[in-house]
Every structure is written in C-alpha cells, then in structure tokens.
C-alpha cells in the first residue's frame, strides 16, 4: 500500500522546486543579469506559453506512451538541466561569465519543458487511477494539502533561502530529483491501458478478486504483468 501515498507526497515537493523558478523568475533572471523589466517580462511570457504547450504535450503522450516512462523521462531530464542550470548560475555568479548567465535562460525553459510532460498532467490524474475507490477521495485531499504546504514553502521559505545563499539553494532542490527518480522508479507501476480492475491487483494481489468478472481480469492481468 506503500505506492497509493506516494504521488500524493512527491507531486507537491517537485511542483515546489519548479515554483522556486516560476516565483521568484525575476530574482533568478536578475541573478544571472537579466534586469532590465522589458527583457524579464519577454522571458515571463515566453515560458508561460511554452509551459501550455508542453504540458498539452504530455497530457496526449501519456495516454500513447505510458505514465510509468513518462515519469522517468521528465524526472531524469529535470535533474540534467537543473545541474546545468545550477552549475551556470554559479559561473555566473562566481566568475562573473556573460556566456554562462545567458545559457541559463534557455536552460530554464528546458527544465520546465521536463517538469511540463509528466508532473502537469499527472498531477491529480496518476494519484485518481491508483487509488482504491474507498481511498481515493481522501487520497486527493492529501495531494492538495501537500500542494498547499508546498505554496507556503514558495511563499515564505523559498525567497529567504534564495536570499541567503543564492545558486545554490538549487542544489537542496536537486537532492531532491533524485530520490524521487529512485521512488518513481521502483514505486510507480504503469497504469497505462488498464482498467481500475487490474489497476487495483498490481496492490491487492489476484487471489484475492473472487467473482467471476475478477477472474477474467486475472486471466489478462496474467498475460500481461511481465510488461510492467
């Protein structure tokens, strides 16, 4: 039972990391030196589309590919541009690089792009399809709490982190991609393709689905547990 809980806590500490971005863009923007307003507002907007279409993207790929491959893949693409990320805003702070702060902003728009195909769509979703009937309207409830607990870390916690030590703050952050990546891994089961049946026996096993209705969905679940 361990898996129902998981996304409900994960979702909320990712979306934090990216709202650490989307928050206080312009403090970061002006970090790598970006000041001027025109230039932070033509960023601002730029990623804001280029989140909708991201996010629309994943939302179609997720029914085509899979939600298990897409966790992966934009947990895995997060971690690389946040540690190029990190590692120009430091060249840029450290060493004062031009090249270095300018690379950040398409690095930015990356990493969004990564964190749009999977935690965008996913979000409320994945939690929905994995959780029991009896649990799923308490399950939802806890993944909204753990967003909302992850607003007031954006809100208050963040900016006196970002303030005190700067670039890198970004790598609490990136600790963090990493031990999801680990519990997407061996925790996320494909849900992809399947009813919530069969959804509900990768968690309470066959053996214990007697009607006869069950039976039948043991017999497909048979035929395909080696995909998972």
Same mark, same amino acid.
């Given at each position: 039972?361990?898996?129902?809980?998981?996304?409900?806590?994960?979702?909320?500490?990712?979306?934090?990391?990216?709202?650490?971005?989307?928050?206080?863009?312009?403090?970061?923007?002006?970090?790598?030196?970006?000041?001027?307003?025109?230039?932070?507002?033509?960023?601002?907007?730029?990623?804001?589309?280029?989140?909708?279409? !991201?996010? @629309?993207?994943?939302? #179609?790929?997720? %029914?085509?590919?899979?939600?298990?491959? /897409?966790?992966?893949?934009?947990? $895995? =693409?997060?971690?690389?541009?946040?540690?190029?990320?990190?590692?120009?805003?430091? !060249?840029? @702070?450290?060493?004062? #690089?031009?090249? %270095?702060?300018?690379?950040?902003?398409? /690095?930015?728009?990356?990493?969004? $792009? =990564?964190?749009?195909?999977?935690?965008?769509?996913?979000?409320?979703?994945?939690?929905?399809?994995?959780?029991?009937?009896?649990?799923? %309207?308490?399950?939802?409830?806890?993944? /909204?709490?753990?967003?909302?607990?992850?607003?007031?870390?954006?809100?208050?916690?963040?900016?006196?982190?970002?303030?005190?030590?700067?670039?890198?703050?970004?790598?609490?952050?990136?600790?963090?991609?990493?031990?999801? /990546?680990?519990?997407?891994?061996?925790?996320?089961?494909?849900?992809?393709?399947?009813?919530?049946?069969?959804?509900?026996?990768?968690?309470?096993?066959?053996?214990?689905?007697?009607?006869?209705?069950?039976?039948?969905?043991?017999?497909?679940?048979?035929?395909?547990?080696?995909?998972?």
């Amino acid at each position: 039972m361990v898996r129902f809980s998981q996304p409900s806590k994960e979702d909320p500490v990712t979306k934090r990391i990216a709202g650490l971005l989307s928050y206080y863009l312009a403090p970061v923007l002006g970090s790598v030196g970006i000041n001027k307003a025109a230039d932070q507002a033509a960023v601002n907007v730029s990623l804001n589309v280029w989140n909708f279409l !991201l996010a @629309a993207a994943g939302a #179609l790929a997720s %029914a085509r590919f899979g939600r298990r491959i /897409l966790w992966l893949i934009s947990t $895995g =693409a997060m971690i690389v541009f946040l540690s190029m990320s990190t590692l120009a805003a430091g !060249l840029f @702070a450290e060493r004062h #690089l031009s090249a %270095a702060g300018i690379a950040v902003v398409p /690095l930015l728009f990356l990493f969004y $792009g =990564a964190f749009d195909i999977a935690y965008a769509p996913l979000f409320i979703s994945y939690p929905a399809e994995i959780l029991p009937f009896q649990l799923r %309207a308490k399950g939802i409830a806890v993944t /909204l709490s753990m967003d909302a607990v992850a607003c007031f870390f954006n809100q208050y916690v963040n900016p006196v982190a970002f303030t005190a030590i700067g670039w890198k703050y970004y790598c609490v952050f990136l600790g963090c991609l990493v031990v999801f /990546l680990g519990l997407i891994y061996f925790l996320f089961p494909e849900t992809r393709g399947r009813s919530l049946e069969e959804i509900a026996m990768i968690f309470d096993k066959a053996e214990e689905l007697e009607s006869d209705s069950q039976k039948k969905i043991k017999t497909r679940w048979t035929e395909t547990k080696r995909h998972i």
